[in-house]
């Protein structure tokens, strides 16, 4: 197996989160279209990474539940070091991201008719439970995993039972 051209695939497409992250807060642009793009190029990133580990790992005739699960561990890297640059990213990089969205949400509260301070500081407490790095790291984990899951079975489905009858 290549694994050197997937290990790239994995350092340098998490490289490019990294940057894309960073572009989108010197920008100024992270709680609008940052949000958005940074999800579309992880979904990116992993359907190809889980496409390009399968195929590789297919290439040496391997079972299907051999490819599935080296693929999984590649994808399953990407997704851990993707968990601790968001983590990282949320923690020392943008600190006041989650300050802001909860004033984002605590506004549209107000503006929706919550008008009551102890109202409005129970609904501070409770995002403030979810909106942190800690929680925001998880989540992006727990998605990840699923995705990778998902798209490691499909793309080894695809590539070693239906891609032989398209090329026969």
Do not use: C
Request: proline share 1%; no cysteine; charged share 15%.
């Amino acid at each position: 197996m290549n694994s050197k051209k997937i290990n790239l695939w994995i350092i340098y497409g998490s490289l490019g989160f990294l940057l894309l992250k960073i572009g989108f807060y010197l920008s100024g642009l992270q709680h609008d279209m940052g949000k958005k793009a940074s999800m579309i190029f992880l979904l990116f990133l992993l359907v190809t990474i889980a496409y390009i580990a399968a195929d590789e790992i297919l290439k040496q005739d391997a079972s299907f539940w051999s490819a599935v699960r080296k693929t999984l561990r590649k994808t399953m890297l990407f997704s851990l070091l993707i968990t601790l640059i968001t983590y990282a990213y949320y923690q020392w990089i943008d600190a006041d991201f989650f300050a802001t969205e909860i004033h984002f949400k605590l506004k549209e509260y107000y503006k929706n008719g919550t008008t009551d301070r102890s109202e409005l500081l129970k609904h501070a407490m409770q995002m403030q439970q979810i909106l942190n790095p800690y929680a925001h790291a998880l989540i992006t984990l727990m998605t990840l995993t699923i995705g990778s899951i998902f798209y490691t079975l499909f793309s080894t489905l695809i590539l070693k039972y239906i891609r032989p009858k398209f090329l026969k």
